[in-house]
């Protein structure tokens, strides 16, 4: 993957540094899918210059909130570790900046639409023909080959609307959005899982490749088991704000002191297992109304019935005492400062102090890549960049790489 020999050495004499250390990626990049995927490939040691429009204020991820000591959440979480670097690519002269930082990196991501892409001559032919090793991975919301909806902007939650999302989520009277930006950070990972898969075939080929990557694309592959129900069988989920559309008992219940807990009841055998350990109603066990998954989905109210009465006379902590005894699979249901403060994030690491730019100490959390594979950046800076922050340095480097 074109990494150093020098970083191998490093790497095999103490492991400090990620595995994909030498390997340079430009990012023409904003908001969080183009971000998140080379925030990963950073987090794994290559070198990332994020390229910003300075006219725009940079990346608009910059300024969604101030919730990171003044600077934005959004921004600290998808880009640390990463150089910036504003190009005006509407300039031809600042075009060929560009050219020259992908004269000399492995890896580009760009999420852009379509038509911008061809205007920034950022489009798959464009260059093929001019960079020929470079692996591009160019994210949209429905792809650059689409003939109806390429033009389209895409966010996170017109592609949850789009993609059937909102068909799922909520209650019978009103429709909502998935709480996280779950289509923007799904095509973030695909996009750097695609990119190392390209990576590993320039390595037998010695060819670039160009990844047409649609948000739309990655949508459906969450709605797979759905998709394929209703193409083989006509069958159309209804909303339930608090069960699985699928599974029984499967969702939130009240337990008798009013806390609520989320039981996943999946198996028939945990079903015999709770009907006939807790419930102490054996004959249950084997009932056609419950007997299979698919019993209990055609008798849904009366399954959960079933399970409403036992729970309000337990109290959920004397619930989750009698889960964790027999096996049965169990979630409480927090809010954001109950995971911050949630047991396993310190156990695992997650949460991290490091220095802002202004001096102020952020509280920042550290992705599974980074927590896997990587040890210490490249210039010991850990946090994002501030706009432009790395131009004399970017310049510098290819204005060396020229000259050699």
Known sequence: MNVSSDAHSAMAEGGALGPLTGLRVVAVEHSVAGPLS?????????????????????????????????????????????????IDLADPDEREILGELLGAADVLVYN?????????????????????????????????TSESAAHRKA??????????????????????RVGVSVCDVSSGIYGALLILAALRQRDATGKGTHIDLAMFDVALEFLGPMLVSNLNSGVEYRRSAARHHAIAPYGVFECGDGAEILLSIEQDAEWRHLVTELLEQPELADDPRFATNADRIANREETDAIVDRYLSGVDRDDFVALCDNHGFAYGLINDVSAVAAHPVVGERGIVVDAEAANGETVRSIVGLAERTFAGPSRDGRVRPPELDEDREEILALTNEEEAE
């Open 38 to 86: 080379t925030r990963i490939l950073s987090d794994l040691g290559a070198d990332v210059v994020k390229v910003e429009r300075l006219a725009a204020g940079g990346d608009f991820a910059r300024h969604w909130d101030a919730n990171a000591k003044g600077e934005g959440a959004q921004f600290w979480w998808l880009n640390r570790r990463k150089r910036s670097i504003a």
């Open 112 to 144: 852009m639409s379509p038509a911008a892409a061809r205007r920034a001559e950022l489009d798959a032919e464009t260059l093929a023909a001019t960079h020929p090793r470079l692996i591009a991975c160019q994210i949209s919301g429905y792809g650059a």
């Open 155 to 176: 966010y996170d939650m017109l592609i949850q609307a789009e993609a059937g999302f909102m068909s799922l989520t909520g209650t019978e009277e009103d429709l909502c």
